[in-house]
T-cell receptor, first 117, second 111 residues
Framework: GAVVSQHPSRVICKSGTSVKIECRSL??????MFWYRQFPKQSLMLMAT?????????EQGVEKDKFLINHASLTLSTLTVTSAHPEDSSFYIC?????????????FGPGTRLTVL | QKEVEQNSGPLSVPEGAIASLNCTYS??????FFWYRQYSGKSPELIMF????GDKEDGRFTAQLNKASQYVSLLIRDSQPSDSATYLC???????????FGTGTKLQVIP
C-alpha cells in the first residue's frame, strides 16, 4: 500500500504553546488529506478535510482558528494546534487519499501523540 | 442512530478458528466500504476494501457486502494471536470523500 508519514510521532508541550504536525504522502500525490483525532478507547473522529491549494473543510464543532491546516503541496499537509491546552491531548492521525487505476482509498500515517502539560 | 455501527466486543476466538466481524451502516447511498485493523497505540492499517455486493477474498480475509441489508462483514480464517486488535469498519458515501468510521470491534485470539 501507499506510504504516509507523520512527524513528530510524539510531542509533549506546555499549555499555551503551538504545535505543528506534518503529514506527507511519500510515494503518491494526494490532493486530499484528512486529519483525525482519537481519544483513548474511542474511534477516529474526523476533524477536517484538507484539499491542496484551497481552504480546509472543518467538521462541526472543530475550531478552525485553533486547528490550522495548510495543504501547500500534493504531498504535504500540516496541522497546527494553536495555544494548546491539556484537553487537546490526543492521538492525531492524518490520512491521504490515493486515487487512480480503479482505486480510491485512504492510507493513514502512523499518528502523532500530543500531550499538553 | 449511529452512521456506522459495530459491536465493541471483545470477540474472543480460539487460534485457528474463524473470526466474524460485523458492521451495519445507515446511509443507503454509501458506495465504498473498508476494514482497518488498529493495534493499541498505533494508527489504523487498511486490510480490505469492497465496493460491490458479494464476497471479496484476500488471503485469510474475506469481506462480505450486502447493500440491501446495509451490512458489511469481515471473516478472518485460521485466526492467529497476531490478529488480536481492534477492527474498524469504515464507510464512504456516494459522491464524496468523507469516510465515517465505526467505533471498532476488539478481537482477541486465544492461543
Amino acid at each position: 500500500g501507499a506510504v504516509v508519514s507523520q512527524h513528530p510521532s510524539r510531542v509533549i508541550c506546555k499549555s499555551g504553546t503551538s504545535v505543528k504536525i506534518e503529514c506527507r504522502s511519500l510515494d503518491f500525490q494526494a490532493t486530499t488529506m484528512f486529519w483525525y483525532r482519537q481519544f483513548p478507547k474511542q474511534s477516529l473522529m474526523l476533524m477536517a478535510t484538507s484539499n491542496e491549494g484551497s481552504k480546509a473543510t472543518y467538521e462541526q464543532g472543530v475550531e478552525k482558528d485553533k486547528f490550522l491546516i495548510n495543504h501547500a503541496s500534493l504531498t504535504l499537509s500540516t496541522l497546527t494546534v494553536t495555544s494548546a491546552h491539556p484537553e487537546d491531548s490526543s492521538f492525531y492521525i492524518c490520512s491521504a487519499r490515493a486515487t487512480g487505476q480503479g482505486i480510491d482509498e485512504q492510507f493513514f500515517g502512523p499518528g502523532t501523540r500530543l500531550t499538553v502539560l | 442512530q449511529k452512521e456506522v455501527e459495530q459491536n465493541s466486543g471483545p470477540l474472543s476466538v480460539p487460534e485457528g478458528a474463524i473470526a466474524s466481524l460485523n458492521c451495519t451502516y445507515s446511509d443507503r447511498g454509501s458506495q465504498s466500504f473498508f476494514w482497518y485493523r488498529q493495534y493499541s497505540g498505533k494508527s489504523p492499517e487498511l486490510i480490505m476494501f469492497i465496493y460491490s455486493n458479494g464476497d471479496k477474498e484476500d488471503g485469510r480475509f474475506t469481506a462480505q457486502l450486502n447493500k440491501a441489508s446495509q451490512y458489511v462483514s469481515l471473516l478472518i480464517r485460521d485466526s492467529q494471536p497476531s490478529d488480536s486488535a481492534t477492527y474498524l469498519c469504515a464507510v464512504r458515501g456516494g459522491g464524496y470523500q468523507k469516510v465515517t468510521f465505526g467505533t471498532g470491534t476488539k478481537l482477541q485470539v486465544i492461543p
